[in-house]
């Protein structure tokens, strides 16, 4: 038993395994964050840095000119469900006109997973939306884990994952994940400026939507060992 193993671990390439430890992290991070969430031991590390993007004295009034509040509902607007329903199918059908079936469809799959997990944990746990400070967007759900944040990097780093496979320049994968990871953070942090999310909202829907990404990035790997 103990020689297979062995064989086993001897054929996997260290990026594979480096992959399964992550995708075993990813979990756990957002079961440790949830915990923390409903035994209330957050509140004051999540009313700190609420307000820290505030006008002191001023909730209702986010740190800095109209225009990066401006900015911040745009970069939000990245992480929504219409942004990135137009962006899962466009790039799906890019992918099957392109031949890429089996990368479509671990794509597509991961999205409507993540989709489908981020609004059930929603209505688990039930957490109240801050109300500390104004809304600067419109909210209509619970509060944790940030459906934006998840889905952000569900849909990003899925997506990355995907479009670097066929990228043979190591620079040019590099660039696209940084990119993805911009804007998984970009869109993360203009919750919390915006006033919609907690930032332990955020730190969940992050390991909640890596978590899928990774899952959809292991089957992508495996497929193509497998081929």
């Known amino acids: 038993m103990i020689e297979r193993l062995k064989s086993l671990l001897g054929k996997l390439e260290t990026r594979t395994l480096v992959l399964l430890l992550a995708l075993a992290g990813a979990p756990w991070l957002f079961l440790a964050v949830a915990d923390e969430v409903v035994e209330g031991e957050t509140a004051a590390v999540d009313r700190a840095l609420l307000l820290a993007l505030r006008t002191p004295g001023r909730p209702d009034d986010p740190l800095g000119p109209r225009w990066l509040e401006e900015a911040m509902r745009d970069l939000t607007a990245l992480g929504g469900f219409t942004v990135l329903t137009l962006a899962t199918i466009v790039a799906t059908l890019l992918l099957v006109f392109h031949r890429r079936r089996r990368e479509a469809a671990v794509f597509a799959a991961t999205v409507v997973l993540a989709q489908i997990s981020a609004n059930w944990l929603k209505t688990f746990y039930g957490r109240e939306r801050p109300d500390l400070v104004a809304h600067g967007g419109y909210v209509y759900s619970h509060s944790f884990p940030s459906g934006h944040s998840a889905m952000a990097a569900a849909v990003f780093l ?70």
Not at 191 to 218: C, E, I, M, N
């Open 158 to 227: 899925t997506l990355a994952t995907v479009v670097a496979s066929v990228e043979p320049r190591r620079r040019t994968k590099a660039l696209i994940y940084a990119l993805a990871v911009g804007l998984v953070v970009a869109v993360g942090v203009s919750r919390v400026y915006l006033g919609v999310h907690w930032p332990t909202d955020v730190l969940g829907g992050w390991a909640l939507g890596t978590g899928w990404a990774l899952v959809g990035w292991l089957v992508l790997s495996l497929g193509r060992r497998a081929r």
